[in-house]
């Protein structure tokens, strides 16, 4: 049987074996971050289609990482195989004493938590902001832990207001998955023109502000408008639903298409089916709706938060009449998903480039 010199010892890329551990909310009733299951699934498939051992792990508990790395490594033993070198945690949810009792019990693995989202984003979660801070001692007193995030101007940013060093860790897409599109086809006046508003009902994914630009464009373009989201979770919405109903009641060529929850590759097919999305966050890291967008051959009206897309699909996000404005020039743009596809590869590619020198050099 074959033994292995562990990656903390002699670390190359063959040592590497990497975990994503997400946390599965639904194991909680009504509440559900699929959004972040399926980016470990994207950035776990590409690096393993570049030759970098990766996994996915959804958890529900601390506890659950602990039996799944135990279960892992004792399996590696028993066959001769590399053992799990690093386990990436996405988003702050772990309590800073049950993760310093993860990196006390395991040294030779490598631990890293990684922000999800930009500074604003984050106080989306009770505890993102207060356990990444915490963070920062455990990575000053714990060789085998780093804090890490997906957005390099939160890394930035973060560095500069605590004097402390975040990795950079980008989420990655599975562009093998991107649909050819050649030129596509415009959308033509006379047909339904269907635009996804997808995403998170909260108020920093600034859904009314794009629902808004969909009653203009009716309006402007004598349309009959389909505005499709994402209904059955408010996530910390608030009023945002109200205010989406208040803003269309009534109206005959404006309608909302309710898409209720769906799994990954059914809600592909849905946005797929739409001549357009609109994704114009207050504040964002990656956007992964814009990315299925891509994936599929529908361009995106986005923020400058969101910015891998490229610069002539962002609009102001406080400014409807620029959303709406953006929005009627890509809807005739038969090259603007081309443009989006090459935005994301070039994306990925750099990405894959900085998640190997972390894993090599951690």
């Known amino acids: 049987m074959t033994r292995h010199q562990p990656h903390h010892i002699a670390p190359s890329r063959q040592t590497v074996r990497v975990a994503h551990a997400y946390k599965n909310f639904q194991a909680h009733k009504g509440v559900s971050h699929i959004g972040l299951g399926v980016a470990a699934l994207n950035t776990s498939r590409t690096l393993n289609s570049h030759g970098i051992h990766s996994e ?8 659950d990482i602990e039996r799944q790395l135990a279960a892992a490594q004792d399996a590696a033993a028993r066959r001769g195989e590399h ?16 993760l310093q009792g993860l990196l006390t019990r395991w040294p030779s693995v490598q631990f890293a938590v990684v922000s999800h989202s930009n500074v604003g984003f984050l106080m989306a979660d009770p505890n993102g902001i207060k356990f990444f801070r915490e963070g920062m001692d455990l990575a000053i007193g714990h ?31 599975d562009v093998s998955t991107m649909k050819p599109v050649g030129q596509r086809v415009p959308w033509h006046p006379g047909s339904p023109l269907r635009i996804g508003v997808f995403g998170a009902t909260r108020p920093l994914k600034n859904l009314p502000s794009a629902v808004a630009a969909c009653v203009e464009l ?8 389909e505005v499709w989201r994402n209904t059955g979770r408010t996530e910390g919405g608030g009023s945002v639903p109200d205010a989406i109903q208040q803003l269309t009641a009534g109206l005959r060529h404006c309608r909302v ?18 001549n357009l999305l609109l994704s114009p966050s207050y504040t964002e890291s990656f956007n992964m709706v814009t990315a299925d967008g891509a994936a599929e051959g529908v361009a995106s009206v986005v923020s400058d938060a969101i910015d891998w897309a490229p610069r002539d699909w962002v609009a102001k996000a406080d400014d409807v009449d620029d959303i709406a404005r953006v929005a009627r020039r890509l809807i005739h743009d038969t090259h603007a998903v081309n ?11 750099h990405g894959i480039d900085v998640w190997t020198t972390f894993l090599r050099t951690h």
């Open 56 to 63: 996915v792990w959804p958890t529900a508990t601390p506890a």
């Open 218 to 225: 009716a309006n402007e373009l004598r349309a009959d408008v």
């Open 339 to 349: 443009e989006g596809q090459r935005a994301l590869a070039r994306y990925v590619a």
């Open 257 to 274: 298409v309710d898409a209720g929850w769906a799994s990954w590759p059914q809600f592909r097919s849905t946005v797929g089916r739409m």
């Open 83 to 98: 053992p799990v070198s690093h386990v990436v945690i996405s988003a702050p949810w772990v309590p800073t004493a049950d």
């Open 143 to 173: 060789h085998n832990f780093a804090l890490a995030g997906n957005c390099a101007k939160f890394c930035h940013a973060w560095g500069a207001m605590y004097g402390r060093p975040v990795a950079h860790l980008p989420n990655l897409y």
